[in-house]
């Protein structure tokens, strides 16, 4: 089984905290940051992992993801081509037919791919989009229609769902991915405009490192769950 792993991100809010490296490979609690996906991946059963990085990259991220599992295959963007176009690179150094899962590089979740991919397959759709729900980054106050404050919420969860960067894409789905751009703001909306996409709910652990803070907060989540550690296989 096959994956596609988006890993362009340049780490630019992360700063100095990023040490120089692409944001998929800055260390959290000692591993890179794409070596907790690409373990959960084997573990699920993945054989081999396509990476798209910019160009230039590649011996780089070959070398950080050896020895995990997987196959590791590395292709750079001699230019940027967005999300959409990324995954489409990625796509095209597919060996299989078929849906396929497909992964931000550089955010960590729990989602039970199996069960991703089994309810994909029951809903005979093109793809199908892991979302997750979100807290506030403000405090809320309950506010009546005539003005009255009836309580106070730190940071509650919203009741929108967002888009977690977790997919799968049937061929129809890849097909439509566009050469440059982001797949967001193309692919998605038409399928979904041909009743052809299809949400997965996600309620478990979901970490992105956008900033030293998020950084900070993820690297104090694995030091706190050591099973989450990935494990090198021995050559």
């Known amino acids: 089984m096959e994956a596609l792993l988006l890993a362009g991100g340049k780490a630019e809010r992360l700063g100095e905290a990023a040490q120089g490296l692409p944001k998929p490979l800055v260390p959290v609690a000692g591993y890179p940051l794409a070596e907790y996906t690409v373990a959960r991946l084997v573990d699920a059963g993945v054989t081999r992992v396509i990476v798209a990085c910019r160009g230039g990259d590649e011996e780089i ?115 439509l991915l566009p050469e440059k751009g982001d797949h967001e703001q193309s692919t998605f909306p038409q399928l979904a405009g041909a009743g052809r996409l299809r949400a997965y709910r996600h309620d478990g652990v979901w970490l992105t490192v956008n900033t030293p803070k998020d950084l900070r907060r993820a690297t104090e989540f694995m030091d706190a769950h050591p099973d989450w550690k990935p494990h090198r296989q021995l050559a």
């Open 61 to 175: 991220f070959l070398n950080a993801l050896a020895g995990l599992g997987a196959e590791i295959d590395v292709v750079g963007e001699e230019e940027p081509l967005g999300r959409g176009g990324g995954l489409r690179l990625a796509a095209s150094r597919r060996a299989e037919r078929g849906a396929v899962l497909a992964l931000n590089g550089d955010e960590i979740l729990d989602v039970d791919f199996g069960a991703l991919l089994a309810d994909h397959e029951r809903g005979g759709v093109a793809a199908t989009i892991v979302v997750a729900q979100v807290n506030s980054p403000f405090g809320v106050v309950d506010v009546e229609d005539d003005g009255t404050v009836t309580g106070f919420r730190e940071a509650p969860k919203l009741e929108h769902w967002v888009n977690s960067g977790v997919y799968v894409l049937g061929d129809e789905a890849l097909a």
